[in-house]
Every structure is written in C-alpha cells, then in structure tokens.
C-alpha cells in the first residue's frame, strides 16, 4: 500500500495563513520563518513586499514573484441589529458568497460568522432567479445589536471563508487560496534549495512574496522597481480546463497533474520562454503550454514593464474552480514548477540578460 502523500510544511503554513490583499500579515509570518533564514540578506516594504536576495553580487539579476495576498472581503457597516455588511476585495464570484462560513480577523482575535441572505422559502420565482447583489449579503456573528458587534468588529476588518486545506486523494488537495499561496511558496522553496545547492547560481536571485496582486498587482509594481532585474518570472495558478463545462476551444487545453503551464505571447519574453522550455525538457519535466495574447493578470504585467523593461516569463500551476472557497490542486505540479525555477536558475550565466 503506498504511503500517504505528506504536503510541504512550509506550504501547509501559507495556506492556512489569512491573508486578504492589503492584510497579508499572516502570510508574511511564515514566509519570513522559512525563508529569511535561507537568504543573504531579507528586506521587507512599505507594500507589504518580502524580498529575499541570495548570492546579493551574481550576475544576471533574477527576480521570482509569487503573491502571497489572497480574495477575501471587508467590513463596511453595521446595522442596528448588528448584522454586518461588507465589500468585495479581489474578484469574487457573487452567486458562491452566501451561506458560508467565514472568520473575520480582528484586533482581538478571530471572530467567526456565517454570510446570510434571505432564504428561497421566502422568495417568489423572479427573485429565485436572481444572483444577490452584495449589499443584499450580510455577515451574522450572533450579535443583537450594534453596539454589541462593534465590541467584536470594526469598520475596516478583512474576512476569509473558513474552509481549510486538506488532501483529497493521494497529491490532490483543496484549499480556500491556492492562489496563489503555492505561487509564494514555489519562489520561497527556490530560493532555500539554491541556498542548500553545492554551487551557488551566478546569478543574483531575488525571491519576492508580493502583495495586492488580487487588485491590481500593486507589490509587483513597486518589488520590480527596487529589485530592478534584468530577469523575472512570475508564478501563479493557471485554469485547469480539464473538467466539465469548459470549452477548450476558448481557454486552451491543460489539465491537473499534466505539469507547470508555460506561457507564450506578449507579455512574455522569447529568451525567457525558449529557456524555460530547454530547461523542462531536459528535466524530462511534464509541461503544457498556455497562450495569451494580451497583458496576462499576473504579477508577469507589472514585472514586464519595470523600469526600462524586465525580460519576463510566466509559469502558471495548473487549478480547478479559481476564485472559489474550495480551489484545487495536484501538489505534484507545484512540485514541478520548484524543480523547473530551480534549473532554470542553474542555467543562467553572467549577461544572459533576455536581449532580443
């Protein structure tokens, strides 16, 4: 009988960590635990940033994003009756937002609660068509008045659903932010094993936890402008399309446990692409490739235009259901996607600076 598949430590941590974008403190905790250590030198920012620099005087310079901030919502008002109403961060799917458990983090701790909306009993056929508008959604923590759910809240606290990560089968698992925890933790592993590695790369790498990337990759705007590479990828989660109801004749053709999603188009660099391709296939890596004609909504669209321009690749793992409480992953292919940014890194030399 094959043993049970043991997820990483590290990513485990960053997954249970609540980390709404513009709150990414949980997230920055674990981060600094596992990685600050491995680092020459470890820095962090005004956004939120964490910036983590081996070998500081390599050649080229590399720069690896991961965002480590996560959709969630925030408190807007409190009703008379101590009900609690609230506003989108990120983009959120608005017919998946009722009856969920969620866990408002607050000065004092976490407070649990539930989302509420009016229930189909009460509700005539028109209104059973309808998707709630999000002020028609609120947030019930058993208070009876205002004044009684501002002793626990505040104008201002994020919120996280309450559903955790576990494993479904063998390396399959679920969590409530694979996006893009694992795209956190994939430049974080990096750079510790390149620590470990016998010979150190040539090149400086710089492994970035950016923040606010859910509304508008704001940390990878300002991390490309300190850090200022001559290289950078960015790692996210890309769409598994491998499942019903999804026309691949629209979205592309990949699948879960089918290896790290490698992208191809204008916002990504040809150099950088053609090596991150060399580099997979003499790994004998499973890979797939994505196409995308336009600025991708990644960090790789702030990363590509840094200062006087970053030769940028874009290295997606692939997930089923984005955006939702209950996202999936085969960890195998974050697995991948270590391996593949660890050989990629190993393959530079002084001046391969991604001309062409």
Not at 259 to 285: F, H, M, Q, S
Not at 343 to 351: I, K, V
Request: aromatic share 6%; glycine share 10%.
């Amino acid at each position: 009988m094959p043993k049970p598949y043991v997820a990483p430590a590290f990513l485990t941590e960053l997954l249970h960590a609540r980390s709404p974008s513009g709150a990414e403190f949980e997230a920055q905790v674990v981060f600094d635990r596992h990685v600050g250590p491995a680092a020459a030198t470890y820095a962090k920012d005004a956004m939120g940033n964490r910036i983590a620099t081996l070998n500081p005087t390599g050649d080229p310079v590399l720069m690896l994003a991961g965002h480590m901030d996560e959709l969630g919502l925030i408190i807007t008002y409190v009703n008379k009756d101590g009900f609690i109403y609230f506003d989108t961060i990120g983009g959120h799917d608005r017919s998946i937002i009722s009856g969920r458990r969620v866990v408002i983090r607050t000065a004092a701790g976490p407070v649990k609660g539930v989302t509420g909306k009016r229930a189909i009993h009460l509700m005539d056929d028109e209104d059973r068509k309808k998707v709630p508008k999000i002020h028609e959604i609120w947030i019930d923590i058993g208070a009876r008045t205002k004044k009684e759910a501002l002793a626990r809240v505040r104008i201002g606290d994020t919120v996280t659903y309450d559903s955790e990560f576990e494993l479904l089968q063998g390396s399959v698992g679920t969590a409530r932010a694979f996006d893009n925890k694992v795209g956190a933790y994939i430049v974080g592993e990096t750079l510790i094993r390149l620590a470990a590695a016998k010979k150190p790369p040539a090149a400086r790498v710089v492994a970035v936890a950016t923040a606010q990337e859910e509304i508008g990759t704001r940390g990878a705007t300002t991390a490309a402008y300190a850090v200022n590479p001559h290289l950078a990828l960015a790692v996210d989660v890309g769409h598994a399309t491998d499942h019903p109801d999804c026309d691949q004749r629209r979205f592309c053709e990949t699948k879960l446990g089918g290896g790290p999603i490698i992208c191809r188009g204008p916002n990504i660099n040809p150099w950088v692409y053609d090596r991150l391709i060399r580099t997979a296939e003499k790994l004998r890596l499973p890979h797939q490739l994505d196409a995308d004609p336009r600025p991708t909504g990644t960090d790789a669209r702030a990363l590509q235009m840094g200062r006087g321009g970053v030769a940028t690749g874009l290295v997606s793992v692939p997930l089923r259901y984005m955006h939702t409480p209950s996202e999936v992953v085969d960890l195998e292919d974050v697995e991948a996607c270590v391996r593949l940014f660890v050989a990629f890194t190993q393959s530079l030399e002084p001046g391969d600076y991604g001309h062409w």
